[in-house]
């Protein structure tokens, strides 16, 4: 998409000739002749750019330099006049200006000018998004895996990736959606630009526009500045919606409009901002059924899913177990100072025998645990064992379903729904740890987060 810049000068001549340069250089480019037509522009669109004139018939540059500051901090502007002193270049520069320009200017001053202050801005705008993007850096894992499951997945993700399609992942907890989105931006023609995740089920309602679309100084109680939200810290890049499923009905309907129209407006403003950004959504619920339920938006499905990729969950890749352990050992046994850490023969077959409700995400947390507690250099069976992992083998006993702590505690229950079990297994550790949500959570290999939505979803939050 298109960078816009915004001319304000009383001068036509001085307009025609910027208008004519930038054009040249593919930038879409408004033009006003006087201060208050200006702000009339900024009130309604959003700008990459501004050059201004610092005598206007109407209001002063310097002044309107301070209010377009006050709307935007983060606009860069260039200053351009024929009465320019160093008093004045100063004054510009004290109240934000970018540059400074004298009339008159060359063609090649003017291209200069204005590709140092957007290289700036771009700049600003990605010291932005790392000093507030406090998460996991996933990309330094690799999606790893050699089965026919996996090699599917690698093959949906490289034809992905070479078109701009909205795509929604599905699957359940665990099984690496966030790495599958980031992979996907990664062999993009976007992979120069920002990758941006927003974990939804985390955004409260009242705050979720201004995570979003940002919002202007004085929107609300607290907006002591403005703030870019998530689609413009995208810009030009990919944004990752997390969770998709746990937003309301209300909220739906906003994101609908911004991905649609490619179009945001700051929390307190009126200003249409354009934004081009890729956009991948995630979640580990039934959307259709969600849908039929009247709890999600037929139209947003419809939206989001261009392009549908299922994660296959770790019990229906067993043959990458043993590699996915062996990778996890050697980063933890690194992490941790534990040099030598090695699984011995027995203990990989336990691995592969367990069932892994917890998906990778649990087998990852199962390796740090043991990297951290083994005894020795070799990890073996009793160790496994330790850890919490035992083979899915036994006999299945009676219980009282609504009783998690009389289950079986490894038993298969052939005859039951996978759901049911996860749910009696989930409410056992609860049990055992006395209703401790954190301690559960690390048992089960899962956050806390992930073990709250299936509260949620069991109706037992």
């Known amino acids: 998409m298109q960078e816009r810049i915004l001319i304000v000068d009383d001068d036509m001549a001085i307009r025609d000739g910027c208008v004519q340069t930038l054009k040249r250089m593919d930038y879409e480019v408004s033009e006003a002749a006087a201060g208050e037509e200006a702000m009339s522009l900024l009130e309604r669109y959003e700008y990459d750019l501004i050059l201004l004139d610092l005598k206007m018939p109407d209001i002063n540059g310097l002044t ?5 500051k006050e709307k935007d901090s983060l606009v860069p502007v260039i200053m351009i006049t024929a009465y320019g002193t160093i008093h004045n270049a100063v004054e510009a520069m004290r109240l934000g200006a970018t540059d400074f320009l004298s009339k008159p200017f060359e063609p090649d001053e003017l291209r200069m000018a204005v590709r140092r202050a957007l290289d700036a801005r771009r700049l600003t705008i990605e010291n932005i998004y790392l000093k507030e993007e406090l998460r996991k850096k996933e990309g330094d894992v690799k999606l790893i895996g050699q089965s026919q499951p996996m090699r599917t997945l690698m093959e949906q993700i490289r034809r992905v990736a070479n078109t701009d399609s909205t795509v929604l992942i599905t699957g359940e907890s665990g099984t690496g959606k966030g790495l599958i989105a980031r992979r996907i931006h990664e062999l993009s023609q976007r992979k120069d630009n920002a990758f941006v995740s927003v974990d939804c089920s985390t955004l409260v309602p009242t705050l979720f526009e201004s995570e ?19 689609f413009e810290l ?32 700051r929390v307190g403003s009126n200003r249409l901002t354009k934004v081009d950004v890729r956009i991948i959504a995630a979640t580990n619920q039934d959307l ?11 139209d947003l499905y419809f939206r989001l899913n261009v392009v549908a990729i299922k994660t296959p969950p770790l019990r229906e890749r067993r043959e990458d177990i043993a590699l996915l352990a ?9 992490k941790h100072d534990r040099p030598g850490l090695y699984l011995t023969q027995e203990a990989v077959g336990l691995l592969e025998e367990y ?5 990778v995400r649990e087998l990852e947390n199962t390796m740090e645990r043991l990297a951290i507690f083994s005894s020795g250099p070799h990890i073996d069976r009793e160790d496994v064992e330790l850890a919490g992992i035992a083979a899915q083998k036994g006999p299945v006993q009676e219980e ?16 039951m729904p996978l759901e049911d079990v996860e749910r009696q297994y989930v409410l ?26 299936k509260l949620r979803r069991w109706g037992m939050e």
């Open 64 to 68: 309107l330099l301070s209010r377009i």
């Open 212 to 230: 979003l679309f940002g919002h202007v100084k004085g929107a609300f109680t607290g907006a002591s500045g403005a703030k870019m939200g998530k």
């Open 234 to 265: 995208a810009n030009r890049g990919t944004l990752f919606l997390d969770e998709i499923g746990n937003i309301n009905l209300e909220l739906q309907a906003k994101l609908l409009k911004a991905v649609e129209e490619k179009e945001i407006t």
């Open 288 to 298: 259709k059924k969600a849908v039929q339920q009247g709890a999600f938006r037929e």
């Open 326 to 334: 062996h990778y996890f050992l050697r980063i933890f046994s690194e």
């Open 355 to 359: 069932s892994w409700p917890g998906n």
């Open 400 to 415: 009282d379903p609504s009783d998690g702590a009389n289950m079986a505690q490894y038993a298969v229950f052939e005859l």
């Open 428 to 453: 056992r550790i609860l049990n055992e740890t006395k209703g401790n949500r954190s301690d559960a959570a690390r048992i089960l290999g899962i956050d806390r987060k992930t073990l709250r939505l």
